[in-house]
């Protein structure tokens, strides 16, 4: 049978992306559908505007530390509409800059909503497209919940990086890495935050000391974090919405009500039921090829079980590609996949908790870990405290975690990756010699 392309992909976020344009690069004819910004939620709505969102509210930060490092006092005066019309501009060339490398690739792309008339077939706006392979790329959404009276009042993180004004005092609700972050950047704007937690502590899933350093530096900076909380209700008055919180007798006045506690994958109107794709506990079922329940028929990236992060639907992308089109047969490791917490302080980590390691390696785990000030705090304001910690198992010295909290944690957590799935072990950290000075040369250090 005669297929219009070798590979139809729905969806130009990261994993279409890239499987896409490696596909091309094998001599496939590919096609991908769109019927957002080409980018995905990480370019346009995710990651690249809130990591420039975080780079804005760090000024903040080295302001407040202006005056001892000889600068003088610098007034605090953050413009959100000159900032988000500038981060708009940038975002809209990141989206033209993937347009051009789709294009240079000699991937055709298609705008709008894709829907699967069958298991070849696939139809934009009454047009219809075949192929011998179709990719779902679809990524997915902020959910907010609907049992909570006066939610419609309420707004997810999508409608926050779109904000036409900034809130001078706004509520978050959700302990997660995005709601801890976001808290983080709208304190470091100006904005006075209360981040509203149902869990007992912040980062649910993250190492304990990790949460007991990044939760009390959230308090430090000003942020009012109640735990074991929930809204209740939501009531809009004149300018501004009063929240009734399970924690509090009184309501809590505020602007804005971001909820960032769920995520969907976009598999609405996709037609999965037509052509018999499995969907379990709402995400595309896969096998470690990227398959689904039809042979022809793959997914990767946020509608997939797998971890939702940017990187690993790239990996899982171009794995796909190379095993169907290069004729190089390869899956994805999930294991060890370091993440960052871009809070204030920034928190990142990789591998095993500490309680995590002691469920599997017992008594045998050993904990070295260190808490200090950093240098550049010597002569500023600022108490934010360091701390950096390993998990290793006691008999043959592997490091089964590594968790940081300070500046930079980001780019010093992500170089242990490659180390730790080579077997990196305590006595190779004792026995290197660091940069000095820094702040992770101490991880040579621990005791």
Known sequence: MSFDYDLFV??????GLAAAERAASYGARVAIAEQDQV??????????????MAYAASFSRFFKNADEYGWGKVSENFDWCQ?????NRDINHLSQVHQQHLQEAGVELLLGHAQFLDTHTVTIQGQHYTADKILIAVGGKAVKPTDIPGIEHAITTREMLTLKQQ????????????????????NGLISKVTLVVPEAQILPGCDQDLQNTVQPGMARLGIRVCCNS?????????????????CSDEPTT????????????NLEGLGLETVGVEVKAGTIAVDDYSRTTQANIFAVGDCTPH????????????????????????????????????SEPEAATIGLTEAQAHETWGESVRC????????????????????????VDGHSGRILGAHMVGEYAAEVIQMLAPAMKAGVTKQHFDSAIGIHPSIAEEFFTLQ
């Open 254 to 265: 505020v602007e804005t009500v971001v909820f960032v506690t769920s995520r969907v994958p």
């Open 167 to 186: 809130p001078n005092h706004l509520a978050i609700f959700g302990g997660n890495h995005i709601a801890v972050k976001l808290a983080g950047i709208m």
């Open 39 to 52: 980018g995905g939620t990480c370019v346009v709505h995710g990651c690249i505007p809130e990591k420039m």
């Open 10 to 15: 729905i969806g130009a976020g990261p994993g």
């Open 368 to 391: 070295y870990q260190k808490k200090f000030q950093p240098l550049f705090n010597l002569m500023g304001e600022s108490e934010q405290e360091v701390l950096l910690k390993l998990v």
């Open 307 to 342: 971890p939702h992060w940017t990187p690993v639907a790239i990996s899982a992308g171009r794995a796909f590609a190379d095993t169907e089109f290069g004729k190089n047969p390869r899956t994805v490791s999930y294991e060890q996949i370091p993440y960052v917490v871009s």
């Open 83 to 87: 900032f988000m019309a500038a981060k």
């Open 230 to 246: 929930q809204v209740e209700k939501i009531e809009q008055t004149q300018e501004c919405l009063n929240l009734a919180l399970s």
